[in-house]
């Protein structure tokens, strides 16, 4: 079992930083492969970003390529979410996951355990 715990979330405004993090408790750390994913009301939870075990690999979705950075600390047992330029479309609540796969890509399917997550609004 792997528990997840996201912060960092909070009300800016366009063009603003957020920076998200996801501390993780429970099994190694380093062996999981890790994802964000958000939810936007009346919509499907959306693939974010994900970093393998090393983070040697991450993987965006087109919509924050350029804008947003995925990160880890294996000694720290953290993941970070680095959101900069933040638009209205970006808000919702974001969830971090853990997946037991090397590479999860971009699938909801290939995590296996998710956080409650944190709420991000971006006002225009």
């Known amino acids: 079992q792997v528990q997840l715990v996201e912060s960092g979330g909070g009300l800016v405004q366009a063009g603003d930083s957020l920076r998200l993090s996801c501390a993780t408790s429970?099994?190694?750390?380093?062996?999981?492969?890790m994802g964000w994913f958000r939810q936007a009301p009346g919509k499907e939870r959306e693939f974010v970003a994900a970093i393998n075990r090393i983070a040697s690999n991450t993987y965006y979705a087109n919509s924050v390529k350029g804008r947003f950075t995925i990160s880890r600390d294996n000694a720290k047992n953290t993941l970070y979410l680095q959101m900069n330029s933040l638009k209205p479309e970006d808000t919702a609540v974001y969830y971090c996951?853990?997946?037991?796969?090397?590479?999860?890509?971009?699938?909801?399917?290939?995590?296996?355990?998710w956080g409650q997550g944190t709420q991000v609004t971006v006002s225009s």
């Open positions: 429970g099994r190694p750390f380093s062996g999981f492969s």
């Open positions: 996951a853990a997946s037991r796969f090397s590479e999860p890509y971009s699938s909801r399917g290939n995590y296996h355990y």
